[in-house]
């Protein structure tokens, strides 16, 4: 099926709003390390900028759950295929995803992620689509919420592709 992509968030609105949530962690975790988890792939651009942007000490680690296959519906069912290096024993940890959608892999990965020792947990997501919440997650940063559209770039794709965009653009299907 050919597609089109629309500009919905330019490149500019983005950098903007990250430095923002840069601003934001650095405030709240003064004094303190954070711990970014990054959940791959797509949260990958959104937390290397953002990374760049906090200014308290830093470190990362990356897992990878796989909840979709090259559809745009999400199938429910949540699989780490790659787990954490690292220990979260006393850290900090913000999560970093790209978007929360139904909200069910983000819901099984905080959980997940809680029973092993952190300090505490919050989740920061560059998008956030209230709208279709199926499970209940309380989202600590959000970048933008935006409407019931499918979206790539910025680390979002579809069907692998589109992760390269410096903005995020709607799929339109002809
Ligand atoms: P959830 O479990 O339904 O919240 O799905 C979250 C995951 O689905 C995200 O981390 C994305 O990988 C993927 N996803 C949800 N909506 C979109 C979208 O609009 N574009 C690309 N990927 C999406
Ligand atoms: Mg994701």
Redesign the pocket.
Known sequence: MAERIEVLLTEEEVDKRIQEIGDQISRDYAGKQVHLVC?LK?GSFFMCELAKRITVPVSIDFMSVS??GGD?K?SGVVRIVKDLDESLKDKHVIVI??????????SYLLDMLRSRGPLDVRLCTLLD?PD?RVVDVKVDYTGFEIPD????GYG???DQKYRNLPYIGMVKFE
């Open positions: 959940v797509g909840s979709y745009t999400s995803e790209d978007i929360v959608d139904s909200g069910r892999t983000l689509k279709r559209e499918f979206v790539v979002l794709d579809y």
